[in-house]
T-cell receptor
Framework: GDSVTQMEGPVTLSEEAFLTINCTYT??????LFWYVQYPGEGLQLLLK?????DKGSNKGFEATYRKETTSFHLEKGSVQVSDSAVYFC????????????FGAGTQVVVTP | DGGITQSPKYLFRKEGQNVTLSCEQN?????MYWYRQDPGQGLRLIYY???????QKGDIAEGYSVSREKKESFPLTVTSAQKNPTAFYLC???????????????FGSGTRLTVV
């Protein structure tokens, strides 16, 4: 079945550092790909998405490019802030059914001043 | 503003009691979902509903029950049969049908359930 694999956390960074969170997927067909963010004690918020190969999703300084050849959707931000401390989830929905979102395990990011 | 409202934010249950978590959405979404999240863990699907008056079990449905009598509402009951109910519960909704592939889910802010 379809699945998502994320790098394990926690990822600890200093403010203004470059952030990369790796996400790879296994899917039949051409899934849509998403990144969600969860701040402490809250629900998940959609951060960005890409619905076809080579699409780049971007929001709040975060970017991710849908790479079909490497089945990846890595999240990047050039200069993180303390307020970016959160758990980040990669997810996919398959296009061959109106399937449920498949989530990765989540990656905790801690940004220190 | 449209969104999903979960209530209460915090809930305490005595052993052996059933409790019901509320989830209401005004997004006109057809599909709704319940997830459980344990500390430091990912999301596990409990139940989902693609349409009113229909729902399916997810990966960890034992000890839980749901109903979907109205499009806007998808309450989750945690029964006494659920042996380890202390967790953070998240409700989500989506447009449903093939289009939901492109839009993803909208989540509520969660209910933290603690057994005392």
């Amino acid at each position: 079945g379809d699945s998502v694999t994320q790098m394990e956390g926690p990822v600890t960074l200093s403010e203004e550092a470059f952030l990369t969170i790796n996400c790879t997927y296994t899917a039949t067909g051409y899934p849509s790909l998403f990144w969600y963010v969860q701040y402490p004690g809250e629900g998940l918020q959609l951060l960005l998405k890409a619905t076809k190969a080579d699409d780049k999703g971007s929001n709040k300084g975060f970017e991710a490019t849908y790479r079909k050849e490497t089945t990846s959707f890595h999240l990047e931000k050039g200069s993180v802030q303390v307020s970016d401390s959160a758990v980040y989830f990669c997810a996919l929905t398959p296009t061959d059914s109106w399937g449920k979102l498949q989530f990765g395990a989540g990656t905790q990011v801690v940004v220190t001043p | 503003d449209g969104g999903i409202t979960q209530s209460p934010k915090y809930l305490f249950r005595k052993e052996g009691q059933n409790v019901t978590l509320s989830c209401e959405q005004n997004l006109n979404h057809d599909a709704m979902y319940w997830y459980r999240q344990d500390p430091g863990q990912g999301l596990r699907l409990i139940y989902y509903s693609q349409i009113v008056n229909d729902f399916q079990k997810g990966d960890i449905a034992e000890g839980y029950s749901v109903s979907r009598e109205k499009k806007e509402s998808f309450p989750l009951t945690v029964t006494s049969a659920q042996k380890n109910p202390t967790a953070f519960y998240l409700c989500a909704s989506s447009i449903g049908g093939p289009a939901q592939t492109y839009y993803g889910y909208t989540f509520g802010s969660g209910t933290r359930l603690t057994v005392v």
